[in-house]
């Protein structure tokens, strides 16, 4: 058994439905997939004369980024969804990411992956969001749960509307190894979750997605336009611009 508060076959099964959404990046990215958004040769050019590297590693750390990007709905929903599995919790169709109910304690949960996702005005939102919740259901409390947290905390959150200081011990601010062990009762149950991860995401990676993965050929479709990766890359960015046929 990997862990205490959800089944082997529940873990596995969420993390094959993560795997899903990489299925787009694990494919070869060519040329074309490659400068889908024309790929930026002049910031290219500072970032390998700044960075004192070679084009080719610059063009890798490009090919990355673009992967990165797609794979963060990726994270959040395998951080959101887990939850479907694990007792008390439930996923709603609309208004709020998670629901805690144990029949002792019902929580509204709005999760953010980071610290620092929310500014100002959607952070007031979300908070009067839970204002409201708490009019409707008296009883019941409101947590940001943050996955990547400044620290380990539950605390009531305090905010300012119209440049009054509000807190209400309801509305709190959460880390998600203080939201794991509200709902498991078990305060190490995110190390735990994150202990057995790379065990598991490879025995499925190796069980679904092994053989998908292709080769990229970016390298090789920007040496067939010039030998000159960096050249090859402004006449891939402005081939239609003036002068750029004797670049």
């Not at 082997?8 to 990215?29: A, G, M, Q, V």
């Not at 090919?63 to 479907?84: C, M, P, V």
């Amino acid at each position: 058994m990997y862990l205490e508060f959800i089944t082997d076959e529940d873990l596995e099964k969420h993390i094959k439905k993560t795997l899903e959404y990489y299925r787009n990046t694990i494919e070869k990215i060519d040329l074309a997939k490659f400068n889908s958004n024309i790929v930026d040769p002049i910031k290219l050019t500072f970032d390998s004369i700044v960075y004192d590297r070679g084009i080719e590693s610059i063009i890798i750390d490009e090919i990355a980024r673009q992967r990165d990007k797609s794979n963060t709905n990726a994270i959040g929903f395998f951080n959101q969804d887990i939850f479907e599995y694990i007792k008390g919790c439930s996923l709603p169709d609309k208004g709020f990411d998670v629901v805690f109910d144990n029949g002792k304690r019902r929580i509204y949960v709005e999760l953010k992956n980071k610290h620092n996702t929310m500014n100002s005005s959607s952070s007031q939102k979300t908070y009067m969001r839970m204002q409201a919740k708490l009019l409707e259901e008296p009883e019941c409390e409101c947590f940001l749960v943050e996955v990547i947290a400044k620290k380990s905390q539950n605390v009531a959150w305090s905010m300012s509307l119209d440049s009054v200081s509000t807190r209400n011990d309801k509305i709190r601010r959460v880390s998600m190894d203080k939201f794991y062990e509200v709902v498991t009762g078990d305060k190490d149950a995110f190390m735990k979750l994150c202990k057995v991860l790379p065990k598991v995401i490879k025995k499925v990676v190796s069980a679904t997605l092994a053989k998908e993965r292709e080769q990229d050929t970016v390298f090789e479709e920007l040496a067939e336009k010039d030998k000159d990766l960096l050249k090859a890359l402004y006449l891939l960015a402005f081939k239609t611009y003036e002068g750029f046929n004797n670049f």
